[in-house]
């Protein structure tokens, strides 16, 4: 049963980071690289509802990896009685890591997707000055600096989670 709960926490902060760095060095960047604004006349309307469908379903991946890997980081430490503190330091990174990704997903998202549709789905033609347009550019670096920290945070628990096992004098 520990192994089982070990490599189901395991896989959940794999998901779920993988899926942010995939997201945010793979897939948004090709979904708005200059061949597909060439194919779209430079209408960012189509790219915009590409990224906004695959950012919705990279949050709800990351609610239940974030779910599992509470729940299984805490049946873990009942079963073992190890450190706490480490285990506090696991709980209380991905309990952030939840909350910004509740946070991205059911607020600042919804204000996005509000903003882009005032303006008819794209922002191109649209001088930089357009309330619209410079309250979805505001909105979307508070959503990328939010993705940032759930990253980090996720390197945390990376870490944490790799010192389980060592002795008391080698942890990081």
């Known amino acids: 049963m520990v ?21 945010g060095a793979i897939a948004a960047p090709a979904i708005f690289s200059p061949q597909v604004l060439e194919m779209t006349q430079g209408n ?13 379903r990279l949050h709800w991946v990351g609610l239940g990896c974030g779910i599992a890997l509470l729940l299984t980081t805490v049946l873990l430490y009942q ?23 509740m946070y991205i997903g059911f607020h600042v998202m919804p204000l996005m997707e509000h903003d882009r549709q005032l303006v008819g789905g794209d ?11 410079a309250d979805f550019d505001r909105l979307h670096q508070v959503s990328t600096r939010l993705e940032q920290i759930v990253l980090l945070c996720a390197l945390g628990v ?15």
């Open 79 to 101: 079963r073992s009685h190890r450190n706490r503190v480490q285990m506090l330091a696991i709980v209380s990174l991905a309990g952030l890591m939840l909350c910004l990704t």
């Open 3 to 23: 192994a089982f709960l070990r490599a189901l926490r395991l896989l959940s902060l794999v998901a779920w980071m993988g899926g942010i760095v995939f997201f």
């Open 44 to 56: 960012t309307r189509i790219p915009g509802i590409i990224v906004g469908l695959c950012l919705t």
């Open 158 to 172: 990376t870490l944490a989670m790799a010192s389980e096992d060592l002795p008391q004098d080698h942890r990081v």
């Open 123 to 133: 922002f191109t033609n649209l001088p930089l000055t357009n309330p619209e347009r």
